[in-house]
């Protein structure tokens, strides 16, 4: 049951939070990012620290995107006083884990002013701590790590490319990395080029690849429609925001499954999101941190969406090691198929991770050392900045 997870804690007991921290972060990016229209050559945001007892700690990120997100990282710095104000000498409960609860049931706290961003963080500690607190055993759902390691299918990424040469370097890199779920981004290049690059892409991966398709709004219907036309003998499991928003309504004239992602800010309640009231055509939903009000309103989306048959994909919006495996466990817990595949090879672009080990990617799955979040994770000096609290 999704709401409430019961894994190996035996009764419930309570535990105190003795300490709260705050610092800013700095990733450099491996190269400059243009997001919107800014370019980003790092990405900033705050980690946040929670200590317990017997030397529990549990960490979470605050990072809203500059150039994606409305909320800024100031705004979330100003959450930071009532955070510490909160968190002090709190008691949390460990016991059957309220997924859908605020604060994922641990504690019953004021949160409702605190940006999605803020709350996603310390909702991501509060795991780290429950995790802990059962001695990682606490995990019905979650995939086994017997070597040390949880294992979550990823999506690689393809981008047309105006050379030729780069297209067979992408087609070689992919082979290697064993992905079969490639994320294709469309609507960039001349569309008879983008459309024999695809076709030979799928040709070269062979039988067992699924193909999303992104297109970031970037097409008009009559070019959509042409699109599926070339393609629609090909294994898509689905077309994500391919028309303008003002268009968006009519990518249901066309059989492909509809994705979701920036449109959802403006369509899904942010504390009761519920997928299974959005137009019919859309049979798949991307989830990005700061999206809704934490980790407890994501899981509320997710078991209305697959209640509905809609499916969930979390995704990251470079977003550093520490989130990618709280969304990796989280996709478990929350029971979203373990066979489905998320956006979460996004930590290449970066050039540091905020705590070591970081997570790797082998076999088309992302590689989540399992002390990453069971309290034997190491900080980063070099990318830690002002403690803010």
């Known amino acids: 049951m999704l709401s409430s997870h019961r894994g190996g804690f035996r009764g419930t007991f309570t535990m105190r939070i003795i300490g709260t921290e705050v610092y800013r972060f700095s990733l450099p990016f491996a190269r400059p990012v243009t997001v919107g229209r800014k370019v980003l050559p790092d990405r900033d945001g705050l980690l946040i620290a929670l200590r317990a007892g017997n030397n529990h700690c549990g960490y979470g990120e605050i990072a809203p995107l500059a150039g994606f997100d409305t909320v800024t ?17 709190l008691c ?23 940006t999605e961003h803020t709350l996603f963080g310390v909702e991501s500690a509060l795991l ?7 001695g990682g055993k606490s995990r019905n759902n979650l995939p086994p790590f017997a070597d040390g390691t949880w294992r979550i299918p990823v999506n690689a990424l393809f981008i047309p490319e105006p050379a030729e040469e780069g297209l067979e370097r992408q087609i070689r890199d992919l082979k290697n990395s064993g992905a079969t779920t490639i994320k294709i981004k469309i609507g960039r290049l001349p569309e008879n080029g983008e459309i024999r690059q695809i076709r030979i892409l799928a040709e070269e991966m062979g039988t067992g690849v699924s193909l999303r398709l992104d297109g970031n709004r970037n097409l008009t219907a009559a070019a959509y429609r042409r699109y ?22 009519k990518a249901g004239d066309l059989p492909w499954p509809l994705a979701l992602d920036e449109s959802l800010a403006g369509l899904l309640d942010p504390e009761e999101p519920r997928p299974s009231e959005l137009d019919p055509a859309v049979r798949a939903v991307i989830l990005k941190p700061g999206l809704l009000r934490g980790l407890h309103a994501m899981a509320r989306a997710v078991e209305d969406a697959e209640r509905s048959g809609i499916r969930t994909i979390l995704s990251s919006a470079f977003n550093s090691g520490l989130t990618l495996s709280v ?6 817990l929350a ?27 082998s076999g088309g799955k992302l590689e989540i050392p399992a002390g990453l979040l069971l309290g034997r ?13």
């Open 228 to 249: 599926f036309e070339a393609l629609c003998d090909l294994p898509v499991e689905y077309v994500e925001e391919p028309l303008a928003e003002a268009e968006l309504e």
């Open 377 to 389: 994770a190491l900080l980063n000096p070099s990318c830690l900045g002002e403690k803010v609290l």
């Open 128 to 134: 780290g701590l429950y995790l802990q607190a059962g």
């Open 335 to 361: 029971g979203i198929p373990p066979e489905t595949a998320h956006g979460l090879d996004t930590l290449r672009y970066l050039a540091a991770d905020i705590l070591t080990p970081s997570p790797g990617l």
């Open 327 to 332: 969304l990796g466990v989280f996709s478990r």
């Open 92 to 114: 949390v409960t460990c016991g059957p884990l309220l997924l859908t609860e605020p604060l994922l049931g641990m504690a019953d706290a004021p949160v409702s002013s605190w």
């Open 73 to 89: 990282l100031e705004r979330c710095l100003q959450d930071i006083p009532s955070v510490g104000k909160t968190m002090k000498s």
